[in-house]
């Protein structure tokens, strides 16, 4: 079932430049790209090795679980000045800890002391720096509930689409489909409810009415600046997962593919482009 809502129900409007939703898009939209890009080719690669992809997921695990154990910790102080505009904001719908463990027990075969704790360094920085600064600050819990929830939405829609078509990424169950067995490993990008665009919608919603008119222009900037941040150590621990299996990535022809296809439609490009130079001097 599909809700419907009126103009007026849809916040922030893309042209208000007030709303912070909108100013954190804008001030990261260097950032954003840069991962985007990375993640579009990392994913594509990653979605062949199933190696390779659960170290993925196992790193927004331990990235969502240490978002949503700060938020809980903040709701539980009795004094929280932060607290209740959170609650405001915050939809158990969208708590992703829970679901990427299950996700990572279908990986790990059940055994889940093989993804319980951050082993990388640029994991463990991060999931320190996330449970730290949001502790003295925890207004900053706002950055990662825009970026890390919202991207959910549009590419988890992407990511789904592309697992789907994946080919040797999840075992075979015996007495289950592709499709029952691939539902055992995807529980990340879905949402239990019945319409997502509703809970995007109100979320945003929410967002954009519970942080106008409670945060100091302060506040902002900085919640701005560790949006950017994120983005950042992001891509860090992107590329350090990478670095971690570069042995057993350069084994793989689509990694040669992606990694030297940028220079060779560069190379054909140059070529061309003499070739129809010598044929313009030659007519001239």
């Keep these: 079932m599909t809700t419907k809502f009126t103009q007026q129900e849809i916040l922030p409007l893309k042209t208000d430049v007030g709303a912070l939703g909108n100013r954190i898009n804008l001030e990261t939209r260097a950032n954003h790209n840069k991962v985007d890009k990375m993640m579009t080719l990392k994913f594509a690669l990653a979605i062949r090795d199933r190696k390779i992809y659960r170290q993925g997921i196992q790193m927004y695990y331990h990235i969502f679980k240490a978002i949503e154990f700060s938020l809980d910790r903040e709701f539980a102080r009795a004094d929280s000045k932060w607290a209740p505009l959170l609650k405001e904001i915050w939809k158990p719908a969208i708590a992703r800890k829970d679901r990427l463990f299950q996700d990572l027990l279908f990986y790990y075969g059940e055994d889940e002391s093989k993804f319980s704790n951050p082993i990388l360094q640029q994991q463990i920085d991060f999931v320190s720096h996330i449970k730290k600064i ?59 409810v019945e319409d997502e665009d509703a809970l995007r919608i109100a979320y945003k919603r929410d967002y954009e009415l519970n942080t106008r008119n409670n945060l100091t222009e302060a506040q902002k900037l900085e919640i701005i600046e560790e949006a950017k941040y994120i983005f950042d150590k992001n891509a860090d621990c992107v590329k350090e997962i990478e670095s971690h299996n570069l042995k057993r990535l350069r084994s793989k022809v689509s990694y040669k593919v992606a990694v030297y296809g940028y220079y060779s439609i560069l190379i054909l490009s140059i070529l061309v482009l003499c070739y129809y130079a010598r044929r313009i001097i030659l007519n001239f």
Aim: aromatic share 16%; proline share 5%.
């Design 134 to 192: 949001t502790d003295t600050k925890p207004y900053l819990l706002l950055a990662y509930m825009h970026v890390m929830y919202l991207a959910l939405f549009a590419g988890g829609r992407l990511f789904r689409s592309k697992l789907a078509h994946a080919t040797g990424l999840f075992p075979k169950v015996p007495g289950k489909t592709m499709e029952e067995v691939s539902l055992q490993g995807t529980n990340f990008f879905r949402f239990e």
